[in-house]
């Protein structure tokens, strides 16, 4: 497993009964940084090419539409605030309790979110497929995952995505 991707959130909370091994460890941590606003091409090279991310608002296919979701949310946001973590299971997927408060930038509105995190993973130790379910749910209307869609296609045409390390610091990350 790659040991020289830098993981910002190394203090992953686990449940008393959870034991994560090494690989559990760094991609809970992956996703914890992801989930503050800080992506990186390192971290997200976790994931495989064809790994998918869905929540309430989005269900992206593929590395363009999920590596600009994660971007997206260091243009959305002014501040994000992890409130809580807690990982619930160990298994495949890892499950995690995870509550965020959001400031939208610009109208400075704040959300906080309680999810349900699954993060599933294959043999060799890579993501490839993050639920994030909002009160423990998704949609499962059609017409929600129309919009769901949508929104995994317009994103990539708005947030840039580095393509390379360099670029990449030059955001921060």
């Not at 991310?53 to 949310?73: I, M, N, S, V």
């Not at 309680?114 to 060799?124: E, G, L, M, T």
Request: glycine share 6%; aromatic share 6%.
């Amino acid at each position: 497993m790659a040991t020289d991707i830098p993981i910002e959130n190394t203090n992953v909370n686990t449940a008393p009964q959870v034991q994560l091994d090494q690989t559990q460890r760094l991609l809970a941590g992956s996703v914890l940084d992801l989930f503050a606003g800080r992506p990186s091409l390192k971290k997200l090279s976790l994931w495989t090419d064809d790994a998918t991310f869905e929540d309430p608002l989005t269900k992206a296919g593929g590395r363009k539409q999920y590596e600009a979701q994660w971007y997206g949310l260091q243009t959305a946001f002014s501040e994000i605030e992890r409130l809580n973590h807690q990982v619930t299971s160990s298994g495949n997927p890892i499950e995690m309790d995870l509550s965020q408060r959001y400031k939208v930038k610009g109208i400075g509105m704040e959300k906080t979110i309680n999810s349900k995190v699954k993060i599933f993973y294959n043999n060799a130790g890579k993501i490839t497929r993050v639920e994030d379910r909002w009160d423990g749910e998704l949609p499962d209307s059609s017409i929600q995952n129309v919009f769901r869609s949508l929104n995994a296609v317009t994103v990539p045409k708005m947030v840039g995505v580095p393509k390379n390390d360099a670029e990449d610091a030059k955001k921060g990350n």
